[in-house]
């Protein structure tokens, strides 16, 4: 009997479900041309979440979602949801981050390269950008998007006072700075570690834990720190230095779009965001896979979206949930052979509607 691998798909808004129907099809294409089963459950998450439930992210998705062996996401939220106010932490009003907490899964990888056929439609000079292959890792269970305290206050003079704080303990930092360790070893051994160590407690503690991890269990993987601010300039200036960039969860957020650029398109950016470091031939589950981009209401329902960032996602997991790297480095160049033949979506310049890019992506899938 083939190996069942339960996906849980969350489409989400707008584009959302657009894109996670492509993705889906090379899923399930993928899987059987390899001899692997695989089931898909479909569920509520974002603003389907909110008209059905009242809530952005259920229990229920929730359980659903710890079982799975991997959770495939679109995007969520939108301008029929903006105008909700709810009170409390960001897991409320925003169904991700819910997710992201309550199953813990802290290390998010963010990769992005690129792609010869779109070398023109960035915002770099080709012989800056060509050949570039950067592996975002960002801490996403921490740091200030969930340090307590946090909230607003009036003060005497009646003007508001607005805090969060920066925080993160030892082993926080430990784990994050193993899964980029890890992620090096199995692409070009070199993790760059970005703080704002010369003005942060937080950077502190986050410099020495990281070069103790890495002198400690990753001799053999180059390290160099960088002051974040210095780190965004170098990585413009010279993106193909760059191997793995570790980041805590705000410089993260922050230092994943920049580098989106090199892509050619934010339609082009995958993710997996994982329970725990990956090591190469282990199957990690539940890790949440997802395009980068977010609802693209302009666009929504016209069948134009690029599902290339959400198909990436599922060679993602092919890679790190069902430990199958075959599998995603076919599905990578069935893309790079579509982008070859230039059948692009508008926002890479083609006027291709999402169901020709996929079925040409299909097409090339061996
Ligand atoms: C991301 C997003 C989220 C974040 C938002 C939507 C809460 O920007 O996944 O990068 O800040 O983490
Ligand atoms: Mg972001």
Redesign the pocket.
């Known amino acids: 009997m083939a190996e069942t691998f339960n996906v849980l798909a969350l489409a989400g808004d707008y584009v959302g479900p657009e894109v996670v129907g492509a993705g889906l099809e090379v899923l399930v294409h993928a899987a059987k041309t390899n001899g692997l089963a695989v089931a898909v459950e479909e569920g509520l998450i974002g603003g389907a979440s909110w008209d059905v439930h009242g809530t952005f992210c259920t229990d229920e998705t929730l359980e659903k979602a710890r079982h799975a062996d991997a959770v495939l996401v679109g995007a969520v939220?939108g301008p029929k949801w903006d105008h909700i106010k709810i009170d409390g932490p960001?897991t409320e009003t925003?169904g991700?981050?819910r997710l992201r907490v309550e199953l813990d899964i802290y290390n998010a990888l963010r990769p992005v390269r690129s792609w010869k056929p779109l070398l023109g439609r960035t915002p770099y000079r080709p012989e800056v950008v060509d050949g570039a292959d950067i592996m975002v890792i960002r801490e996403?269970c921490g740091g200030i998007?969930y340090g307590e305290p946090r909230g607003q206050e009036t003060l005497a003079d009646g003007q508001q006072r607005a805090f969060e704080i920066s925080e993160y303990t030892t082993s926080e930092v430990e784990r994050i700075a193993r899964a980029a360790f890890e992620e090096a070893r199995r692409r070009r051994n070199q993790v760059t570690s970005i703080d704002k160590s010369n003005v942060m407690e937080s950077g502190k503690l986050w410099r020495e834990t990281v070069s103790r991890i890495g002198a400690d269990e990753y001799p053999d993987v180059g390290l160099q720190h960088l002051l974040a601010d210095y780190a965004l300039y170098a990585l413009v200036d010279r993106p193909r230095d760059f191997d793995v960039v570790l980041a805590d969860n705000l410089f993260g957020?922050l230092v994943?779009?920049m580098v989106g650029t090199l892509a050619g398109s934010l339609g082009m950016l995958p993710s997996a965001t994982l329970p725990r470091d990956a090591r190469p031939g282990e199957k990690i589950k539940p890790g949440v896979f997802e395009p980068?981009h977010g609802t693209a209401p302009d666009i929504a329902g016209q069948g134009i979206a690029n599902p290339i960032g959400t198909i990436l996602s599922v060679a993602m997991m092919f890679e790190y949930a069902f430990a199958r790297q075959h599998i995603a480095r076919s599905i990578e160049s069935a893309v790079e052979q579509t982008l070859e033949e230039g059948i692009l979506t508008p926002d890479l310049g083609g006027a291709a509607r999402t169901a020709e890019v996929t079925a040409r992506i299909l097409h090339h899938l061996v």
Do not use: A, E, R, V
């Open positions: 939220g960001i925003d991700l981050t996403n998007y957020d994943s779009d980068s």
